[in-house]
């Protein structure tokens, strides 16, 4: 069964409005999770890496403001795209290193974000 | 950017193997080869992973060469389920690593 969960699997949302997505570790801790960013067509583009407790890593080019990223808790990492606009309609997944795995790393199911 | 080499994209008729090629010259002596496949509008799964011996489990075996410079992704035998896009990446083992991923092979399983 799934190990990472994604919440929700799709939204839609108009311009101008933010909408959060969660993503969460079954039955482990995930003192570290990363977010990406997938465009049709393409693959997938690492956007951060989420720290429990602590300030988000930003890959270059990704706006820290725009996408907010809370990891509050050891098995709760939330992403809030703010002031959403259609060219953030995306396909964005997380993941999370599985410690009894080997800490091989598992992904979510994805979130489907449409901006109307 | 992404480590690997990979083919854009290859054919396999249902039933029979498909062996997934990538090529990794640059790779380090820590870091291990990973396979994932993405299906259509899903997340990445997981399929297998090795550092220099070669691996099997109910998915797939991973034959890496001696060298470790290049890897072969073998589904024994490929159903139409298995068509996706199948990503080859390299990374360390660490708690804190993440993946970086390549655009990897699209496998079309045929009847």
């Known amino acids: 069964g799934a190990v990472v969960s994604q919440h929700p699997s799709w939204v839609i949302c108009k311009s101008g409005t933010s909408v959060k997505i969660e993503c969460r570790s079954l039955?482990?801790?995930?003192?570290?999770m990363f977010w990406y960013r997938q465009f049709p067509k393409q693959s997938l583009m690492l956007m951060a890496t989420?720290?429990?407790?602590?300030?988000?890593?930003?890959e270059q080019g990704v706006e820290k403001d725009k996408f907010l990223i809370n990891h509050a808790s050891l098995t709760l990492s939330t992403l809030t795209v703010t002031s959403a606009h259609p060219e953030d309609s995306s396909f964005y997944i997380c993941?999370?290193?599985?410690?009894?795995?080997?800490?091989?790393?598992?992904f979510g199911e994805g979130s489907w974000l449409t901006v109307v | 950017d992404a480590k690997t080499t990979q083919p854009t994209s290859m054919d396999c008729a249902e039933g029979r193997a498909a062996n997934l090629p990538c090529n990794h010259s640059?790779?380090?002596?820590?870091?291990?080869v990973y396979w994932y496949r993405q299906i259509h509008s899903q997340g990445p799964q997981y399929i297998i992973h090795?550092?220099?011996n070669n691996e099997t489990n109910e998915m797939a075996s991973l034959i890496i060469t001696e060298d470790r410079k290049s890897s072969t992704l073998i589904l024994p035998h490929a159903t139409l389920r298995d068509t996706a896009v199948y990503y080859c990446?390299?990374?360390?083992?660490?708690?804190?690593?993440?993946?970086?991923f390549g655009k990897g092979t699209k496998l079309s399983v045929k009847p």
């Open positions: 090795g550092l220099k």
């Open positions: 993941s999370a290193r599985v410690p009894s795995s080997g800490n091989t790393i598992y």
């Open positions: 039955d482990f801790q995930a003192t570290t």
């Open positions: 990446i390299v990374g360390d083992g660490g708690s804190q690593g993440n993946l970086i």
């Open positions: 989420s720290n429990e407790g602590s300030k988000a890593t930003y």
């Open positions: 640059t790779i380090s002596g820590n870091e291990y």
